[in-house]
């Protein structure tokens, strides 16, 4: 329901902004935000189309994964953690492996990996639940953990800002790490909270054991040069990734299947799964389109900024907020705002580099509750948009906090 009314709200929202825009003789508004939509729901199909190809490959790399036992290794060797996060799921379900898969393509920065496992993961916690239209407790925190978009090798804005003449691309490297940490941290607890589940001793070791291995990672990147920073961060992660195309495999080899018809099997499901989403995915980016096209995006800028000033508050992150309200609702708008700020205000100004941080330290909340939920025809989120949306806050403090720390 809680989705629903955000829906409704950003056409209404849009249509009150566009009457005062047209009173103070902007005439063209309407035709704006009409351009807008329709471009949104041409963009909504492509994109839907443009998964096929990347879900087959990896729904089908999965259900080699499934039969070869390698996913069923993954969910008893997580089973002590995962058990206490996802009380409602039977011990040892082959969901686990698909979560942690999931997780783990996140943190590497592995977009296109983590989509058909998260999907997958979803499709089975489905069949695990009673009410087949209302979000159950354990795809609410698998939505969360997603949304707050704990990644560890942000190779993408490292990519972008090198484009843009940084003097150093990687400065923003550890910001994002920490910012995105803090996300995930809120994002979980809130949802822990609201599902009344109680931390004991081995979810307070993992917590800790997570906190230490993101420590690591941060002091071993910061011993690298900027310059190999980048570089480091994509061939690693290309490794990963082919290393569990090549592990998938030899399991598949193991347990005398046929892997070929294992993968055709499981690609088939990629096109339809493909399908399924597109009126979801079309809905919300439409809803975002209209709210962005109107100009009420750019009056909330201003209005932040007016009430930071009218604090005594520093409102040099005013140009990078755009790029922080654009992510929960569109990846692509956010990395154009990104973009954008930094043209405007140069690619190491304070801005530029804010903004980098923002685009990397939360995700695309609603794109990811559209896809995901809509893949299993969700229509009652419960709670799951708040706990996201007060996850990409977090990040978005965070993220402020930690670039006039660094660069401030």
């Known amino acids: 329901m809680v989705l629903n009314w955000i ?33 949104a729901a041409k963009n909504g199909f492509e994109i839907s189309l443009g998964l096929t190809g990347v879900l087959s490959l990896w729904l089908g790399i999965m259900k080699i994964g499934e039969r070869g036992g390698v996913v069923n290794g993954f969910a008893r060797m997580l089973s002590p953690v995962f058990c206490r996060l996802f009380p409602s799921l039977p011990k040892n379900d082959p969901a686990y492996g698909h979560i942690f898969m999931n997780i783990a393509a996140n943190m590497l920065g592995l977009d296109n990996a983590a ?40 190779v993408s804005v490292l990519v972008y800002r090198a484009q843009m003449g940084a003097a150093q691309p990687a400065d923003v490297f550890i910001p994002i790490l920490l910012a995105t940490f803090f996300s995930t941290m809120v994002g979980l607890l809130a949802t822990c909270l609201m599902q009344k589940i109680r931390f004991d001793k ?96 750019d009056a909330l800028c201003d209005g932040i900024g007016w009430l930071a000033r009218g604090c005594g508050l520093d409102d040099g992150f005013v140009g990078a907020l755009p790029t922080a309200l654009m992510k929960p609702l569109s990846g692509g708008g956010a990395r154009g705002l990104m973009i954008d700020a930094m043209t405007t205000y140069g690619a190491d100004s304070f801005a530029g580099r804010l903004a980098c941080v923002f685009q990397g330290s939360t995700d695309t909340t609603f794109y990811i509750l559209a896809v995901y939920f809509g893949s299993v025809n969700i229509r009652n989120t419960r709670y799951a948009v708040g706990c996201g949306l007060l996850a990409d806050l977090a990040g978005i403090l965070a993220a402020i906090f930690m670039a006039y720390l660094f660069f401030g």
Request: hydrophobic share 60%; proline share 4%.
């Open 7 to 39: 829906w409704i709200a950003f056409f209404l929202i849009a249509f009150a902004v566009a009457v005062i825009q047209l009173c103070m003789g902007n005439a063209q508004v309407f035709g704006d935000i009409m351009d807008s939509m329709f471009a």
């Open 115 to 154: 989509t058909p496992m998260g999907l997958k993961a979803m499709q089975r916690m489905q069949e695990l639940n009673d009410r087949k239209d209302v979000a159950s407790d354990p795809m609410i925190m698998f939505l969360v953990l997603n949304t707050s978009g704990l990644t560890l090798i942000p």
């Open 202 to 297: 081995v979810l307070v070791l993992f917590l800790g054991g997570l906190s230490a291995v993101v420590a690591l990672i941060i002091w071993g990147f910061s011993r690298l040069p900027d310059v190999k920073i980048g570089p480091v961060s994509t061939s690693a992660a290309n490794i990963i990734l082919m290393l569990v195309i090549v592990g998938f495999l030899i399991s598949g080899i193991i347990a005398r299947i046929n892997v070929y018809e294992a993968f055709v099997e499981g690609a088939k499901d990629g096109f339809k799964t493909a399908v399924s989403i597109i009126p979801y995915l079309i809905a919300i980016l439409v809803g975002i389109a209209a709210f962005r096209a109107s100009g009420a995006m």
